[in-house]
């Protein structure tokens, strides 16, 4: 079987377009791949969408609903997948990770486009996800080696998330694109750095014991300045998108 890692899709800005490119959050890892024109276009393009989350997700209204809804149904679509494939793999393997990532991307964008306060909680549960993938990667092989364990921490860390953007709205929309945005940026300059923190994220959220012996990803000394970084990143954004959004509306309608 090769070793190329099959990647699930999520939308930016214009729906029909880019919502096939390949998501940050579980793309194959340079060192594996090996870097090439579609790879750096896809790690500059995670960057630049990253920057834009971190300081104007609350502007982006509809392009950040959207945004949120594809990547978060073809995240959840790429990690079912994983989880059940056989050993021997699916038919035409790389075919039905790509169909199924681009449907439940399209479906996810666009649900979350038109229901708003599902998007909203979606939105709070998907950067709970985001955030939980992210803490686990400080460690190489995980801080939670078990598999159980991890979706535990996962799943608790995600309802948190839905529960306070429910509740604090406003709040939720700006901490949450920040922290989305900055793991995007990490992630994409990960393309271009090859740290392991990809590969790292990667193994994380597979949650199948089974699966996770497939990967092979140490985090140095680069990879732990590089996540770091992505945390003073995600702040800087967050402090940003307060001041610069006093008194403005979420723009959904």
């Not at 699966?211 to 800087?236: H, I, P």
Request: some cysteine.
């Amino acid at each position: 079987m090769s070793s190329s890692q099959p990647q699930p899709f999520f939308a930016l800005l214009l729906a029909l377009i880019l919502a096939s490119l390949p998501s940050p959050a579980l793309a194959a890892p340079a060192e594996t791949l090996g870097l090439n024109i579609a790879s750096g276009i896809a790690g500059a393009i995670y960057i630049a969408a990253g920057i834009a989350l971190v300081f104007f997700g609350f502007r982006l209204s509809r392009v950040l609903l959207f945004i949120a809804g594809a990547y978060l149904l073809s995240t959840l679509a790429y990690i079912a997948l994983r989880n059940l494939e056989p050993a021997s793999g699916y038919p035409s393997r790389e075919w039905v990770y790509l169909g199924v990532a681009i449907a439940a991307g399209l479906i996810g964008g666009f649900l979350f486009v038109c229901l708003y306060k599902l998007a909203i909680v979606g939105l709070g549960a998907f950067a709970g996800f985001t955030l939980a993938s992210y803490i686990l990667t400080f460690q190489t092989g995980s801080l939670i080696s078990s598999g159980v364990g991890r979706a535990i921490f996962i799943i608790v860390v995600c309802i948190v998330g839905a529960v306070l953007a429910f509740f604090f709205e406003r709040i939720a929309i700006i901490v949450a694109s920040s922290i989305i945005g900055a793991v995007s940026v990490v992630l994409g300059i990960d393309v271009f750095a090859a740290t392991g923190v990809t590969g790292n994220l990667t193994q994380a959220v597979l949650l199948a014991e089974g699966k996770t012996n497939r990967l092979d990803f140490s985090v140095g000394t680069t990879g732990y300045v590089l996540l770091a970084s992505g945390v003073l990143l995600a702040v800087v954004g967050i402090v940003v998108q307060f001041r610069t959004n006093r008194g403005r509306e979420f723009m959904h309608k």
